[in-house]
Each structure stands twice: as C-alpha cells, then as structure tokens.
C-alpha cells in the first residue's frame, strides 16, 4: 500500500510534533504500521507500532513521550511526538504490513530535527 508520511520539522526540546502516514486505497486495515526512525549514520530502529488489533508497542527511549494511533476511516496513522529531546532528531519513516500477504511497504522519511 503506498504510504506518504509527513510532519516532521524543526522543533525545540520539550516541543511536540504530530507525524502522519496517509495510505491510498482500502486495506489500509489490514495492515500493521510501525513508526522507525533512522538517525544520520545510525541503523533504522523501531520506534512504535500498533496492530490491526489496535496493541501498540514501544521503544522504551520514547515510552510515555510517543503515542502511535490510527484512523482507519481515514486511512492514516499518526505519531504524536512529545517531550522531544535531541537525541530524537533522525528521519521518520513509517512501515505498513498486511497481514494476510505479508507485504511490506514503506512510506518516504519525514525529518524531525530537535534542538536544544
């Protein structure tokens, strides 16, 4: 499912942002997503998923800073970020798994930079 992630930005620590991955077509329901993170020179980590079930799970470096949620009559999931620090700063991506075929799409990044 083709995925469009989008606001990232430049923020101050202790600012918030809300990311947003919009999915074209209808089995967006279907799909897990995940929120990964990639900082600048680093691997791509997890940072949040949610089931089609509706269970979230969390890097614990964000637990109680991240909610990932869903709207599924929208075809769109968010990460709402907040309580950022530095070391938050990296390129978000979000990922899409259907869970019948087990394809795997990804979204194009979206930048988060976090100043102290």
């Known amino acids: 499912v083709p995925l469009q992630a989008s606001g990232g930005g430049l923020v101050q620590a202790g600012e918030s942002l809300r990311l947003s991955c919009a999915a074209s077509g209808s089995i967006f329901s279907i799909n897990n997503i995940r929120w990964y993170r990639q900082a600048q020179g680093k691997q791509r980590v997890l940072v949040a998923g949610?089931?089609?079930?509706?269970?979230?799970n969390y890097a614990d470096s964000v637990k109680g800073r991240f909610t990932i949620s869903r709207d599924n009559t929208k075809n769109t999931a968010y990460l709402q970020m907040n309580n950022l620090k530095p070391e938050d700063t990296a390129v978000y991506f979000c990922?899409?798994?259907?869970?019948?075929?087990?394809?795997?799409?990804w979204g194009q990044g979206t930048l988060v930079t976090v100043s102290s």
């Open positions: 990922n899409a798994g259907n869970i019948f075929t087990g394809q795997n799409s």
């Open positions: 949610i089931t089609t079930s509706g269970t979230l």
